[in-house]
C-alpha cells in the first residue's frame, strides 16, 4: 500500500489524480499592509478611546457609588456616632446656610412668575387656569432647577472643597490607615444630608415662592380671592402624580448634588488644585440637576 507522494513542486500538496490543494500559508505582503494601516489609525482610536473612558468614568462612578450608598444606609453599624455626627453637621450646614438665599430666590420668583400669570391670564379671561399653570411652570419645573443650583451653589461646593482638601492633604489616607472607609464616614451621611435638606428646601422654595407672588398679585388686584383660596386652588389644579414627581424631584436633586460633590472630591488627583477642582464639581452638579428634571419631563 502506497501513500500520496509529496508535492516538491511549491503548489500544495499533491492528490491522486494529479490534482494539488492550495497552500495554507499566509501571505507576508499583505499581513505586512495590514499591520501598517492599524498602525496609522492606532492613535486616532487610542485617543478616541481615552476620550470615551474619561467621560463615562464619572457616570460609572456616580452609579456604583449611589448603589453603594443606599445599599450601606440599610445596614444600622454603617450609622455610628461619627456618621450621625457627619450627617447632623451636614444636614445643619444645608439647611441653614441656603436657607435665606432659598428665601431671596423664592421671593423674585414668586414676584415674577405667580404675578405676571395672574395678570395676564386675567387679561385674557382664563383666571381659572392659574393653579395649573403655577403647578406645572413654578413649582414642578422652575423649583427644583433653582434649588438644585442653589444646593450645588451654597453648599456642594463646600463639601467638594473640604474633601478634595482632605485627599489632597493625605487625611483620607489617614482614615484608611486606621480602619475607617472614607465612603462611610464622608459621602454617605453627606448624601443623605443633602437629600433631606434637598425636599426642605425645595418645600420651603414652592411656598414661598407662592405666598409672595400672592401678595404682589392681590396688591395689585391681578387676585382678588383669599390667600386660603389661592392655595385651595393650586392644590386642586395639582394631580395625583404631582404629589408624588414634585417631591420626588426635590429628592432626587438633592441626592445627586450631594453625591455628585463627595464623588467628585474623593477623586481628585494630585496634580489638581482649586482652580481646577471647583469649576469642575460646579459643572458635574449642574449637569446632574438638568439631567434629573430633563428625565422627569419625558417621562411625565
Known amino acids: 500500500m502506497t501513500g500520496t507522494p509529496p508535492d516538491t513542486t511549491g503548489q500544495g500538496t499533491a492528490r491522486p489524480g494529479g490534482m494539488a490543494l492550495p497552500s495554507a500559508q499566509p501571505e507576508p505582503e499583505n499581513r505586512g499592509r495590514l499591520i501598517a494601516l492599524l498602525g496609522r489609525f492606532a492613535p486616532w482610536l487610542a485617543a478616541i478611546g481615552r476620550l470615551t473612558r474619561h467621560q463615562v468614568r464619572f457616570t460609572l462612578l456616580l452609579i456604583g457609588a449611589g448603589w453603594g450608598t443606599l445599599r450601606e444606609s440599610l445596614r444600622p453599624n454603617s450609622w455610628r456616632r461619627p456618621v450621625k455626627y457627619e450627617f447632623r453637621a451636614t444636614l445643619r450646614q444645608v ?10 430666590t423664592a421671593t423674585l420668583a414668586g414676584l415674577m412668575v405667580v404675578s ?9 379671561g382664563m383666571a381659572q387656569m392659574t393653579g395649573s ?35 489632597l ?113 460646579f459643572a458635574r452638579g449642574i449637569m446632574l440637576v438638568l439631567v434629573v428634571n430633563i428625565l422627569f419631563m419625558l417621562d411625565f
Open 95 to 104: 439647611v441653614s446656610g441656603g436657607f435665606l438665599s432659598i428665601v431671596i
Open 116 to 124: 405676571q400669570a395672574a395678570y395676564w391670564l386675567g387679561y385674557a
Open 133 to 167: 399653570i403655577l403647578v406645572s411652570v413654578l413649582v414642578r419645573e422652575i423649583s427644583p432647577i433653582l434649588v438644585g443650583i442653589i444646593l450645588m451653589g451654597r453648599s456642594g461646593m463646600l463639601s467638594l472643597t473640604e474633601i478634595g482638601m482632605m485627599v
Open 169 to 281: 492633604g493625605g487625611e483620607v489616607r489617614g482614615l484608611q490607615a486606621r480602619g475607617i472607609d472614607p465612603f462611610l464616614a464622608l459621602v454617605m451621611p453627606r448624601t443623605f444630608a443633602f437629600t433631606l435638606g434637598g425636599f426642605t428646601l425645595g418645600m420651603i422654595f414652592a411656598v414661598v415662592s407662592l405666598l409672595m407672588g400672592f401678595v404682589v398679585a392681590h396688591a395689585s388686584g391681578a387676585i382678588t380671592s383669599s390667600v386660603w383660596t389661592f392655595f385651595f386652588n393650586v392644590l386642586a389644579a395639582m394631580t395625583t402624580w404631582d404629589y408624588l414627581i414634585i417631591p420626588l424631584k426635590f429628592v432626587l436633586v438633592g441626592f445627586f448634588v450631594g453625591l455628585g460633590a463627595c464623588i467628585s472630591g474623593l477623586t481628585v488627583s494630585s496634580t489638581d488644585t482649586m482652580a481646577t477642582i471647583m469649576p469642575r464639581g
